[in-house]
């Protein structure tokens, strides 16, 4: 996702395709980017992905402002224990050295009822709440850090 907050402060969140090719490009040259937050699974080619892309938007000078994990376990609904299905190693730890190593945003669960809801074309946040308050938190750290980086 590359993030823009120019002129009008407001956040401009477009969610591209993995890879570094022309749309990244692209969309780097044309609007005026603040930044970028990677989308990673906790598989080993997404990784891979990620990285390249971070390694992309480290040469046009894009500062990366965070990581998320999507994907990163499932939580029981009938135990409520986490099952991390691709492994359980820290994401923080997958990245550690390498150009994506930022801070991680969020690690958002399986949710079953955001693909029903996608196919019935209604918005989780409105059934399912718990998941708009994943996302309102990933929002505030991202602003947070965009503070932050404005006061340096």
């Known amino acids: 996702a590359v993030v823009s907050t120019q002129s009008t402060g407001d956040l401009l969140i477009v969610d591209m395709p993995p890879g570094t090719g022309d749309t990244q490009l692209s969309i780097t040259q044309e609007i005026p980017v603040t930044g970028v937050v990677l989308v990673t699974t906790p598989q080993a080619v997404a990784l891979a992905d990620c990285i390249k892309g971070a390694e992309m938007f480290g040469k046009v000078s894009l500062p990366i402002l965070g990581l998320i994990e999507n994907m990163s376990f499932f939580s029981c609904p009938f135990c409520s224990v986490k099952h991390h299905l691709y492994g359980s190693t820290p994401l923080s730890e997958l ?21 029903r809801d996608c196919d019935k074309g209604s918005p989780s946040v409105i059934d399912n709440p718990h998941i708009g308050l994943v996302f309102d938190s990933v929002a505030e750290r991202l602003l947070l850090h965009l503070d932050l980086e404005s006061e340096t």
Not at 96 to 109: I, K, N, S, Y
């Open 95 to 115: 990245v550690a050295g390498t150009a994506a190593d930022v801070p991680v945003l969020a690690q958002l669960p399986m949710e079953p009822s955001v693909v």
